[in-house]
C-alpha cells in the first residue's frame, strides 16, 4: 500500500508539473518580453541584454520574443525603481539593474524605493570581476609600491554610488592605500581620456573584462598594468596579481572587502522580475536563463565579442542578496560612512 501510494504521489507531482509547463507555454505563446535594462544603451549592461534577448526567447515554452528597453537614470534607480513599483508582475516584463543598489539599500542611500529581498531573481550572466589599474608614468607598477607611496595617488572616479568611487572608497579604508579619488568624470570612457591626458594615473573598478577590451593598445604596450584585483580568486589569466584580501591586515577589512567588493561583484548584472511574479514562470526563467548562457550560438557570439560568462543562478543571487541584510552591524556603519 504505501510503494502504491507513493507512486500515485510522484504521478500526481509529474502531472502537475507537465500541466504547469504546459500552461505556461501556452501562456508565452504568441507573447513579447520586455526586458528594461536601467541605464543607457552602449554599455555592457545593454550588450549583455542585446545578446540575452536574441537567444532567450527559444528556451522558454512558447518561445515568447524579447524586446530591450532602456530606462537609465539617477545611477540605475529610475529603472530600479519602476521594475518593483509600476511593472506588472505577471511575467512578462525582466529587468536588468546594477547589484551596487542592494548594498545602497542596506546603508540606507536616498532614492531607493525598493525592497531588493522582494524581487524574483532569475540569475546573471557573468561575476563582476573588478581591478585596479595604473599608468606607467605614475610610477607605480605593483600593490606594494602602490602601498608605500609617500603621496597620494590621484585615481579617476565616477560619483559616489558607482563602482569605480566604491571600490576606490572601500580600498582606501581597507587597506590604507595612498589614494586621492577624483570623482567628477559621468562615464569610465572619460576617465580613460583623463589616464591619457595624465589628469589622474589610474582607475579602481573596472572590470577585466572590459579593461582588456577597451585598453587593449595600452596593456599590449605597458602604459597601463593592472596591479589590484578586487575579487575574491585571481581571474586565470591574471595569475601574478594580488588580490585586495590577500593585503588586509585585520579582520574588519576583510569583512568590509568581502561585503562591498566580493559579494557586490557576483551580483553586479543582474536579472529579476517585480515582486509577486508568478513563481512557475520565475522558474522557467530561471531554467530558460541558465540554458541560454549554455547555448552553443549564444557562447559563440559572447566569445566573438569578447564577453566573459560566469553565471549566478537565481537561486545563489537571492541567497547573497539576503546576506547583506544579516552582516554584521560594524561592517555595515563603516560602509554607510564611507559610501552614502
Known sequence: ???????????LLLSLAFC?????????????????????????FDAYSRMLARHMGKHIPGNPTFVVENMPGAAFMIGTNYLYKQAKPDGLTL?????????????????????????????????NHDTCVMTRASGIDSAKKWLSSPTPVKMGATPP????YDNAAVLKEALGLPMQVVSGYKGTAEIRLA??????????????????VTWRKHLESGEIKVILQNTAVAHPELPDVPTAISLAKTDASRKLIELALHD??????????????????????????QATLKDPE??????????????????????IVNGFFKADATTINRLRDLLK
Open 161 to 164: 554610488g558607482s563602482t569605480p
Open 95 to 127: 529587468g536588468n539593474w546594477i547589484g551596487t543598489l542592494v548594498l545602497h539599500q542596506v546603508i540606507g542611500k536616498k532614492g531607493i524605493e525598493f525592497d531588493a529581498r522582494k524581487f524574483e531573481y532569475v540569475g546573471a550572466p557573468v561575476k
Open 195 to 212: 589616464v591619457d591626458a595624465g589628469e589622474v594615473s589610474g582607475i579602481c573598478g573596472l572590470a577585466w573584462a572590459s579593461t582588456k
Open 20 to 44: 504547469s509547463i504546459a500552461a505556461a507555454e501556452d501562456f508565452y505563446s504568441g507573447k513579447t518580453i520586455r526586458l528594461v535594462v536601467a541605464t543607457t544603451p552602449g554599455g555592457g
Open 1 to 11: 500500500m504505501k510503494k502504491s501510494y507513493r507512486g500515485t504521489w510522484s504521478l
Open 298 to 319: 549564444f557562447t559563440a557570439e559572447a566569445k566573438k565579442g569578447n564577453f566573459e560568462l560566469d553565471p549566478v543562478p537565481g537561486g545563489e543571487l537571492e541567497k
Open 264 to 289: 557586490v561583484g557576483a551580483i553586479t548584472y543582474l536579472y529579476t522580475f517585480p515582486p509577486g511574479t508568478p513563481k512557475d514562470r520565475v522558474q522557467l526563467f530561471r531554467q530558460g536563463f
